[in-house]
């Protein structure tokens, strides 16, 4: 797929005398204008004669967005879409993404493709204790989306802004966003043939080929994962007799550029599993369509080390771990039954080799954990640590189309699913906040301690087994040695498995929309007090 190019741009806030009178440049730059309003009645102050008619022979031109000809837009092409009222039980900053997305389907489909937009009554920091405050960024966020689903997306994108400063601050950011998105689209969405593990991982080397602020390292021998990354190698055992599916582990790092800046060391470990067979306990049945996408917590994770390469901020140290696996069944595949040492020496049962998951990031997350431990021998500075995974069905069952979090207690303690959620709500990616019970860990522990040390599952699927989205947390605790809180490590499990893509249209899979990019960038990424 080529890449997708496309440009945005601040522009200068141009109504005067209560008319809205575009410069000659402007309307020579763009082929559309889009307004976005709450309050239908703020249109009027513009006397647009197009409006007014419109008005008068569509009366749910408030709820919906609607495409009228229009002398003083650029192309002649005027797009008015609404947010509806913002204060309903379930509004949220979404509205604006969601606006902005249909004005910009409109528009592409008119034959646009320089729009320009201009958000007409803008919410004050009054309204929901400030949630709306990003209605900027994720109306950009929900522009971008559309022109950058697209196959051979060529498109300018250019929004008005009072303050012009602050305009381009917001663009940086929204752009650097949608370049990690892209990168999540594009490695997301290809099949699993054109992106079996080997080139999964070599289009992320790709991206971040010329990305200096970015340490780039690719692990593809399988001896190196055997002693290693014990459990990823059983889970990659399958295909390491298939070439084309061997797997690949990537490492990115980013240092800030002023240590002494630094208030956080964050690890990502995300789940690449870019075909999920089941293994040996074969998804039967139907039940393999769309495990292609079992990947999309490395392609976001990938997707967060980009948007960070192009911010990069002082405040954080960051790395990510990216486990890319084929999940194969076969001769050689790893089965139930079987005890594999992990890499901080926990037996491990297997239960179900469908569990892959969990198995593929243990061994990464244990490689963080002793990372922090040495590092924290230097510096105070506090280390956190994720899984990021498109890891159960029960989480989709639990919470629908949102993604989730759940914490150890020193991440609990500095409330670090709070602030997913509060930043996900921010910035149009909502993430529902989950909790470890001590039922989760007494599920995993052996039933036979002389022969294991911890259960990897149990048999059934995980939307028949209680806790199904929150037990995998306290076995990827147990089997990396995390318990009992070493050294303090704040730990938050991820499941994206019910955000990451979009509801699938017909017969078809569901859109990559890489979330939750968003929700992670503005938890971590954008300093506290610049959200
Ligand atoms: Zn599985």
Redesign the pocket.
């Known amino acids: 797929m080529t890449p997708p190019r496309y440009s945005v741009h601040a522009e200068p806030l141009s109504i005067k005398d209560s008319a809205f009178k575009l410069s000659e440049s402007t309307l020579k730059d763009y082929d559309c204008l889009v307004l976005i309003y709450t309050n239908a009645e703020t249109l009027q102050q513009f006397s647009i004669d197009a409006v007014s008619q419109l008005s008068k022979i569509n009366l749910s031109f408030s709820s919906e967005c609607s495409l009228i000809h229009s002398n003083i837009a650029p192309g002649n092409r005027l797009v008015l879409s609404p947010t509806a009222g913002l204060s309903g039980d379930t509004d949220d900053v979404r509205l604006f993404g969601e606006a902005a997305g249909a004005a910009t389907r409109k528009a592409i489909a008119s034959g646009a493709n320089k729009i320009l937009i201009h958000i007409v009554d803008p919410p004050t920091l009054q309204i929901a204790n400030g949630a709306y405050r990003n209605f900027a960024q994720v109306a950009l966020l929900g522009c971008l989306d559309v022109v950058n689903s697209r196959r051979n997306a060529n498109t300018k994108v250019g929004i008005m802004f009072k303050d012009q400063k602050k305009g381009e601050e917001i663009i940086k950011v929204v752009v650097a966003i949608e370049e990690g998105r892209i990168l999540a689209r594009k490695i997301g969405t290809g099949c699993p043939e054109e992106m079996a593990p080997p080139k999964f991982a070599e289009a992320i080397m790709e991206a971040f080929k010329n990305e200096k602020a970015i340490k780039s390292e690719l692990i593809q021998d399988y001896d190196i994962m055997l002693k290693e990354y014990p459990l990823l190698a059983a889970v990659g055992r399958s295909a390491s007799k298939v070439h084309r599916h061997n797997s690949r582990i990537v490492k990115l790092e980013y240092k800030s550029p002023d240590q002494s800046k630094v208030k956080e060391n964050l690890s990502f470990i995300g789940k690449g599993i870019t075909l ?1 067979t ?1 293994g040996l306990d074969i998804k039967a049945g139907g039940g393999m369509r769309g495990m292609s996408r079992d990947c999309l917590g490395a392609g976001s994770v990938a997707a967060l080390m980009l948007t960070i390469a192009k911010l990069q901020p002082e405040h954080i140290n960051v790395s990510a771990k990216l486990a890319i696996v084929r ?1 194969n069944t076969g001769s050689e595949a790893y089965s139930c039954d079987e005890v594999i040492t992990s890499r901080a020496g926990k037996r491990v049962l297997v239960g179900n080799t ?4 969990r198995m593929v990031m243990t061994d990464l997350l244990c490689e963080a954990k002793e990372e922090a431990l040495e590092s924290m021998k230097k510096h105070s500075v506090p280390h956190r640590l994720f899984t990021v995974a498109t890891l159960t069905g029960h989480a989709c069952i639990a919470f629908g189309p949102y993604s989730t979090s759940l914490s150890n207690g020193p991440a609990s303690a500095d409330m670090i699913s709070h602030r997913l959620a509060k930043a996900g709500h921010v910035w149009g990616d909502p993430f529902e906040i989950s909790t470890l019970r001590r039922e989760d860990f007494s599920m995993v522990r052996p039933g036979n301690p002389e022969s294991e040390d911890v259960v990897q599952a149990n048999t059934l699927p995980t939307v028949r087994t209680a806790r199904g989205h929150q037990y995998p947390a306290a076995f990827m605790i147990i089997a990396s040695g995390l318990e009992n809180h070493q050294g303090k490590i704040g730990y938050t499990h991820c499941d994206i498995a019910g955000a990451a893509e979009d509801e699938p249209i017909k017969l078809s899979l569901g859109r990559v929309n890489a979330r939750p990019v968003p929700a992670l960038v503005g938890a971590f990424v954008i300093p506290e007090g610049c959200q």
């Open positions: 999920d089941g999940n469908d569990a892959e998951g």
